[in-house]
């Protein structure tokens, strides 16, 4: 988000916008990742929440919002502080013809539910392409069967659990040459 060399002062004032507003309001945020994904943005043009098709929706079940006012880049504090306020307590929020954000207290279980989060969009996709496609309507879980898997697979400590691997593979191929826990610095 922020970089800085003798030579150059680059901040990415988006990020900033978004991040520290949501990290003011959220004291138990150590983390928050957002991005442009493909998916991402695929279903974040739809202007719907998940719909709860597959046992990793449901680690979003409640737990996820659209905020649906893009105003274009996000450039304000105030921008930003009507996102933080939309995600409220929540671990997601669908950025409205932008993109996705997720925020917990750890980078791990952060980077998790950003992976998940856009597996989940590119599975509804093609799903509702499916159904539209086939006539067929697609198969709902019910409430409480979301809300037991959400129990079993959505808390904090799950989300860390789930990202590590993705941590580990990373390091296993890089090596020592990583980024990772270095900082920006040359490879
Ligand atoms: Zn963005």
Known sequence: MLMATPSTDLRNVAAFAIHSEIHSARPDVGCAAHSHSVYGRAF????RTLD????DSCVFYNDHVL???FQGVVLASDEGKHIAKALGHRKAALLGNHGLLTAGRTIEEVVAYFVLLDKCCEVQLAADASSAGSG??????GEKEAQVTWE???HSSNGYFMGL????TVEAELGPRTFLGRGVEPI
């Open 152 to 154: 079993a697979l959505g």
């Open 165 to 168: 691997p993705l941590f580990q």
């Open 136 to 141: 067929k309507p697609l198969v709902h879980i």
């Open 44 to 47: 974040c043009a739809t202007g």
């Open 67 to 69: 905020y649906d006012n």
């Open 52 to 55: 709860m098709l597959t046992q």
